[in-house]
């Protein structure tokens, strides 16, 4: 059981999922013409090295191997819909994430941070002693706002709300799975949306946590405060990561369950259900990770 726990994880792409095992991963997608096209690949050596097994140290790195895996799934995805080569690789695949990960940071980290010291200075002369902490945690309620709102936003575009059917069939197909059901699209569809391990329970973490550690450093002048948010990012991260494993592993604890509660609601926005055709993308998806995971064993 310990296996069905903790060692497949997903992401939905365009018209498909991705699943990933502990030595491979592989893409279903819904080809223009119907079919289920399958892409497997064997997984970076650093998902069976040592790195894996050094808590906090592990996240951060995985973490950003699975930002990289996941642009190559979108790219995949991407030319398989419009049925051109694979065009996206090497420099212009990194470079796409770079820009989307500057733009994020931006948006989500750095200009929380600017308008919560705005704010802490504007109080300072009238409440000198409470000014840090008010702005401090305006600074991460703007964060909290930010992420969730943006999230809502793009809910209602109508790729993006294909994108979040599939992201639901990709954890119900985990879910089924993990509580040994058979695989099939009618009997994974009884299954929750939610899963515990998700990267919007990462998110929500992530923000929750930065809350409370950029409140506990107090008053800091602003070129320090937003230094100081970059340089806790990879820190942060890899404590957010633990958590999520922590409680995917506890679930059954009732302080747990209580404690997951956020988590799985702000999931209600990234997932949506999907349609038996999308349960069938997602179960082909995880079926041939199986499969190549087996080959690679070998």
């Known amino acids: 059981m310990e296996d069905r726990i903790i060692t497949y994880g997903g992401q939905a792409v365009i018209e498909g999922v991705m699943m990933r095992g502990q030595k491979a991963y592989s893409i279903a997608m819904r080809a223009p013409d119907g079919s ?3 892409h497997t690949e064997k997984l970076a050596n650093v998902y069976r090295s040592r790195i894996t ?3 906090f140290l592990r996240g951060i790195i995985l973490l950003w191997d699975a930002l990289g895996l996941g ?3 979108l790219t995949l995805s991407a030319n398989t819909q419009t049925g051109e080569d694979e065009k996206l690789e090497g420099p212009a695949l990194y470079l796409t994430l770079g820009t989307s990960l500057v733009l994020g940071v931006g948006l989500f980290l750095l200009f929380p941070a ?8 504007f109080y300072r002369e009238g409440f000198p002693s409470s000014a840090a902490w008010i702005g401090n945690l305006l600074e991460g309620i703007l964060r909290l706002v930010l992420l969730v709102g943006y999230i ?4 209602f575009l109508p790729d993006v709300r ?3 059917m599939y992201h639901g069939a990709e954890h119900k197909t985990i879910n089924a799975y993990e509580a040994g059901a058979d695989l099939t699209p009618a009997e994974v569809a009884k299954f929750p949306i939610e899963h515990a391990r998700c990267g919007t329970a990462f ?3 992530l923000v929750v946590l930065s809350i409370l550690v950029f409140t506990m450093l107090g008053p800091l002048p602003m070129a320090w405060r937003l230094l100081s948010r ?3 990012i990879p820190v942060l991260a890899g404590v957010a990561v633990e958590y999520i494993r922590w409680t995917a592993n506890h679930l059954n604890n009732p302080i747990v369950g209580f404690l997951v509660r956020p988590n799985l609601a702000l999931q209600h926005l990234t997932t949506r259900d999907p349609d038996p055709s999308m349960l069938e993308v997602a179960i082909q998806s995880f079926q041939s990770m199986r499969k190549a995971e087996q080959e690679f064993a070998t």
């Open 162 to 164: 294909r994108l979040f």
């Open 114 to 121: 600017a308008v919560g010291g705005w704010v802490e200075g």
């Open 203 to 205: 998110l929500l973490t």
């Open 36 to 38: 289920i096209a399958i």
């Open 71 to 73: 642009m190559r799934a």
């Open 152 to 155: 809502w936003a793009i809910s």
């Open 230 to 232: 970059l340089l806790l």
């Open 53 to 55: 097994k050094i808590p």
